[in-house]
C-alpha cells in the first residue's frame, strides 16, 4: 500500500478511516507513507493563518494514530519516507535552531517516535525500490495529470512511483529496456484548503503487487466523492 499527501492535521479524516477500512481487508504485506503525511505547518516559511496555526503537539499525536492504526493491520514492512513537508524541521533547525542540528532527539524519526510503531525512516530525496519500482516523494509538479510523473521519469530513468503533485496519473514509456511507468499517487488531505482556490487534485492510494523477479503491477484506487472506493468486485464506502 501506498499513502501520501495527508499533510495532517489538514488530512481528511473521513477518507482516511476509508482507507484503513480497505487496509485492514486487504491485509497487505507492506505499507509506504510515501511523504508529506504531516504538515509541520508552524515550522513552515509560508504565510498561514495566525488564529489556526496548529501546534506541533496535535501533528505527532495525529500521525501516532495513524502509525498505530497501521501497526494494528497487522503490516510486516512499514516505511516511512519523508517529504518536503517534513523536511520544513530540518530547514527549520538549520536556520532558526543550528545548535540543535544535530541532537538526535529532536530529529523526525524520534520527534514523531516511528519506532514505537515499527517504521523505518528515509529523509526527503531517498526512495525505496518494490522490485523494479522506485517510490519516492518526488520534487516536481507540472500542470497536467501524467505530466510530473513524465519529468519524474526524465529524472530517474526509471519506472517511478510519486506523491507530492496531489494528483492521479499514469505516464508510459518503451524503450530498448523495455516498458515503464511513472504514478502520481494522489492525495488523502483536504481538498478545501484555504491557501489555493479549486484545486486539481485527486484523493487516491495505490496497491502495488511485486514478483519475485522484480516485476510489479500498480493499482490506482481513486476515492470518489470522498466516500467510496472500488477494488475487483469489492466497494468499500462510508
Known amino acids: 500500500m501506498i499513502l501520501n499527501d495527508l499533510q495532517i492535521p489538514y488530512h481528511d479524516k473521513p477518507v482516511v478511516d476509508l482507507v484503513l477500512t480497505f487496509i485492514k481487508a ?16 508552524g515550522l513552515s516559511e509560508f504565510n498561514k493563518d ?3 496555526t496548529p501546534h506541533l503537539n496535535q501533528e505527532i499525536a495525529d500521525s501516532a494514530w495513524l502509525m498505530a492504526a497501521l501497526a494494528d493491520c497487522k503490516i510486516t514492512e512499514r516505511w516511512w519516507l ?12 538549520w536556520t532558526h535552531a543550528e545548535k540543535f542540528a544535530g541532537v ?14 515499527g517504521f523505518k525512516w528515509k529523509p526527503y530525496g531517498e526512495s525505496v525500490m518494490l522490485g523494479k519500482l522506485m517510490v519516492t516523494h518526488g520534487n516536481q509538479v507540472l500542470k497536467h495529470s501524467g505530466q510530473s510523473g513524465k519529468a519524474h521519469f526524465d ?36 481538498l478545501d484548503p484555504d491557501w489555493v482556490q479549486h484545486p486539481d487534485w485527486q484523493q487516491g492510494i495505490s496497491v502495488v503487487h511485486v514478483e519475485d523477479n522484480g516485476l510489479f503491477n500498480v493499482q490506482q484506487i ?5 466516500k467510496v472506493l472500488f477494488y475487483g468486485d469489492t466497494v468499500y464506502e462510508r
Open 155 to 190: 529524472r530517474y530513468g526509471t519506472s517511478v512511483l510519486i506523491g507530492h503533485t496531489h494528483r492521479l496519473g499514469i505516464y508510459y514509456r518503451r524503450n530498448v529496456r523495455g516498458v515503464h511507468a511513472a504514478y502520481e499517487n494522489g492525495c488523502l488531505c483536504r
Open 222 to 226: 481513486p476515492v470518489l466523492g470522498r
Open 26 to 41: 486487504l491485509r497487505p504485506h507492506g505499507v509506504v507513507l510515501n511523504g508529506d503525511v504531516v504538515d509541520c505547518t
Open 104 to 117: 538526535q532527539a529532536v530529529q523526525f524519526p524520534q520527534l514523531f517516535d516511528l519506532a514505537r510503531y
Open 82 to 93: 519523508g517529504g518536503n513537508h517534513e523536511d520544513r524541521l530540518r530547514r527549520y533547525l
Open 50 to 52: 495566525p488564529m489556526d
